[in-house]
Structures are given as C-alpha cells and as structure tokens.
C-alpha cells in the first residue's frame, strides 16, 4: 500500500511541477501585431517635440495607424489621397507614423499643412520599433483599428482608398 502511495505521490509531484513550468505558447510566425491585436503603445513623437502614447488618442474611434517613409513615393501619393478625400475619413482618427528622425517628418509634416487636419496626428518615431512590430516590408503599412483600438486589417505596399473605407464604414 505504502508502494502505491509513494507512486501517487511521485505522480501529483511531477504533474504539478510541470502544469509549474507550462507557459502559453505565442505562434512564432506571426509578426508581432497579430500576437498582440492593439494599437501599439510606443512613444511617438509630435512635430512639437511632445511624446505621446496611444493613451493620448482619441476613445472609442476607428483608428488607421499609416506606417510612411519620407521620402516613398507611393507614402506621398497615399498621402495626398487621403488629404484629397479627408471627409471619407471623418470619424476615423489618422496616426502617421515614420520611423525616420523628427526633423525629417516635420517637412514632411510642414510640406502637407497636416496642422490643417485635426484627425491626422503624425509622429515619429526612430527606434523603428514600429517596424519590427508590424513586421514591415514595404511602404506605407496602414493598419485599421476598431473602436475598441482592436487589429481589424492590414495593408503593406500600396493600397487603394475603397480598400480602406470597407473596413471603416
């Protein structure tokens, strides 16, 4: 009886030691983004100087964040888009962000009078965290969130408003 005891007790040990040791484990071929379906909470910075998390964004707004480079063509092309057709986005707030140094994001800032677009923020953000998060190939990247700052699509490379708005309506 002794015996079967002892056994027993090996078995709860070793069960518990291991249900100890589990961890959850995250797919290792997702990018970042879709292990953690949110607004990225890095510290971006404005063309004041300002730091600002997604804490500082509007609640309970459908939310694209748009990934640029300064100097991409197809991020410029995008980008007067959208300025060109900015109604479509007015209950959508609009996160620019470039990995590149504030300095170059404040002409680019400058260059399309985003002051004038109070649903716009742009920022900076040079540790390219953003990158790696969003696991970014290609330029732009916009990333739709919903109003619960929840991941609902992503764009990498050049994409078409109408894309965009059937993810927004």
Do not use: A, E, N, P
């Given at each position: 009886?002794?015996?079967y005891l002892l056994l027993l007790c090996c078995c709860c040990l070793?069960?518990?030691l291991q249900a100890q040791t589990r961890t959850v484990s995250v797919p290792k071929d997702q990018p970042p983004y879709l292990q953690y379906p949110i607004v990225p909470s890095f510290p971006l910075t404005l063309p004041d100087g300002h730091i600002i998390t997604k804490n500082d964004l509007k609640k309970n707004v459908k939310t694209i964040v748009f990934v640029f480079s300064?100097?991409?063509?197809?991020c410029k092309h995008l980008t007067e888009e959208v300025l060109k057709n900015i109604d479509k986005f007015k209950k959508t707030q609009i996160l620019m962000v470039t990995p590149f140094q504030p300095e170059q994001m404040k002409v680019y800032y400058n260059n399309y009078n985003i002051k004038n677009y109070p649903n716009i923020i742009m920022a900076s953000e040079p540790t390219r965290q953003i990158m790696y998060f969003y696991n970014l190939h290609y330029f732009p990247g916009?990333?739709?969130y919903d109003k619960k700052q929840q991941f609902v699509k992503g764009f990498e490379?050049?994409?078409k408003l109408d894309e965009l708005q059937e993810y927004l309506n």
């Open positions: 009886m002794r015996r070793s069960f518990m300064v100097d991409c063509d197809h916009l990333f739709i490379g050049t994409v």
